[in-house]
């Protein structure tokens, strides 16, 4: 694409980037998932919402329906490479083409290194990195025939060490890796970014006890936790043609929690 072939629909609703585009999200039943459905919905995509929860996942894309937006929900493991040629076929045979690719479920499971056993550290490689190679391979035809652009959600994880992440740690750092990688392989006509959150209040923060919530707060610039909507923001952001020019990057979503160091 050039300049020339932006695409911001402007109507009473504001600009609408995603007009005539489809988008296929997953982890979207919930969280930042969810919120980037709803805002690329709200820009004009129809959204597929993948996820493996499916009360929620179809809540999110009623909502969107109800709201006047085009999504639909589908059942659907990451990890699994069966899915993402389900996946893809679907999305050909109902649409006739797939703009953007938003690859975002992840696994965590928190212990040292020495404590995890085999199949806990696959499960979270599996979902959190080996589904976006997983996703690239399934749409790269879909992709390239649209001109479109592959979102991949890292994690702050990536850039510092926290305690009982090995596996998450490791998997978000490749996401970057990757994404880099991608872009490199599949450009000029797809661009491919990654996303990477700091703390942002979602369901992964139930588990956390109130002084660590605290800790992580107090560890940031803005003083409280991001909302999943301002990571859609900047999701819908590198997706979009705003971010005609930018590809291979990773995009830091954090409050500053990354840059910020107490001491003096
Ligand atoms: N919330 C944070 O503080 C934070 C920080 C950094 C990065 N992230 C990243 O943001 C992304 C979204 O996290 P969130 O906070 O919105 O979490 P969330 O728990 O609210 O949502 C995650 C969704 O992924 C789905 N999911 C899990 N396993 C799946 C699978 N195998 N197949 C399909 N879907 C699956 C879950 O059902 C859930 O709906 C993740 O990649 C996470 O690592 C979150």
Not at 26 to 32: D, H, M, N, S, V
Not at 163 to 179: D, E, N, R, V
């Amino acid at each position: 694409m050039n300049a020339k072939s932006y695409r911001c629909v402007v109507t009473e609703h504001g600009c609408r980037r995603f007009e005539g585009r489809v988008a296929v999200i997953t982890g979207a039943a919930r969280g930042i998932g969810a919120a980037t459905a709803r805002r690329l919905a709200s820009e004009g995509a129809a959204v597929i919402v993948v996820d493996i929860a499916d009360e929620a996942g179809r809540e999110v894309a009623e909502g969107i329906v109800r709201a006047g937006g085009k999504a639909e929900y589908r059942h659907g493991d990451v990890a699994s490479a069966a899915v993402w040629e389900e996946l893809a076929g679907h999305a050909r045979q109902t649409y006739g083409r797939v703009d953007v690719v938003h690859s975002n479920a992840y696994h965590v499971v928190v212990k040292p290194a020495h404590r995890l056993d085999e199949n806990e550290w696959d499960a979270q490689l599996a979902v959190t990195l080996k589904a976006s190679w997983l996703a690239m391979r399934a749409f790269a035809a879909a992709l390239e025939e649209s001109g479109g652009t592959v979102v991949l959600t890292s994690s702050v994880h990536a850039l510092v060490g926290l305690p009982g992440h090995p596996a998450y740690s490791a998997a978000k750092g490749a996401l970057c890796a990757l994404g880099r990688q991608l872009a490199v392989e599949y450009g000029p006509r797809v661009r491919v970014n990654t996303v990477v959150p700091g703390p942002i209040l979602t369901r992964a923060w139930d588990r956390v006890a109130d002084a660590d919530r605290a800790a992580s707060v107090a560890e940031t610039v803005v003083k409280r936790f991001g909302l999943p909507e301002e990571v859609a923001a900047a999701v819908a952001f590198l997706a979009s043609d705003d971010a005609s020019y930018v590809t291979g990057t990773s995009l830091v979503v954090d409050g500053g929690w990354s840059i910020f160091k107490a001491s003096s």
